[in-house]
Structures are given as structure tokens and as C-alpha cells.
């Protein structure tokens, strides 16, 4: 149970870098996927499977950092009924 509350909490601090610094990885990553663990940006692709692969190649879990798509571009969602 350590475990699973130390993984939280450890991803809860990666959410808050990724808020915190979001203007600036937006600046830096733009139309690309960021993977942040540890406080980190230790991955970045505009392919989504690359990411995947190099975060695999350099050892970090991929299934436990936060990875989100930047993009400056507006999202239109529909919704219907």
C-alpha cells in the first residue's frame, strides 16, 4: 500500500510541474507529446508510439509518467444526443 500511495504522490507532483510550466513546454514542445516523471521532461516526440519506444530504450515506465499532447491549436468538441 506504500507503494501505490508513494506512485500517487510522485505523479501528483509531475501534474503540478506540468501545470506550473506549462507555458513554457508548450513554448518548447509545441505539437508534440511530453512525457514528465520525476519532475522531469524526459521524453518528447511528435509520434506518440516514438515517445512510447524511447521512454522504453532509456528505462522509464511509461505506464507511470504523465504524457500529454501540446498544441496551441484549438480543440472543437461536438456533442449530441
Excluded: C
Excluded at 501528483?12 to 508548450?26: N, Q
Excluded at 508510439?49 to 505506464?63: H, I, M, W
Amino acid at each position: 500500500m506504500e507503494d501505490v500511495q508513494a506512485e500517487l504522490q510522485r505523479f501528483k507532483r509531475d501534474t503540478a510541474y506540468y501545470e506550473a510550466h506549462y507555458e513554457e513546454l508548450l513554448e518548447q514542445y509545441s505539437e508534440q507529446w511530453v512525457a514528465i516523471y520525476n519532475q522531469q521532461v524526459v521524453g518528447a516526440s511528435p509520434d506518440f508510439d516514438q515517445l512510447l519506444d524511447d521512454l522504453e530504450a532509456r528505462g522509464v515506465p511509461p505506464g507511470k509518467g504523465l504524457i500529454e499532447y501540446l498544441t496551441r491549436k484549438e480543440e472543437i468538441w461536438i456533442l449530441s444526443t
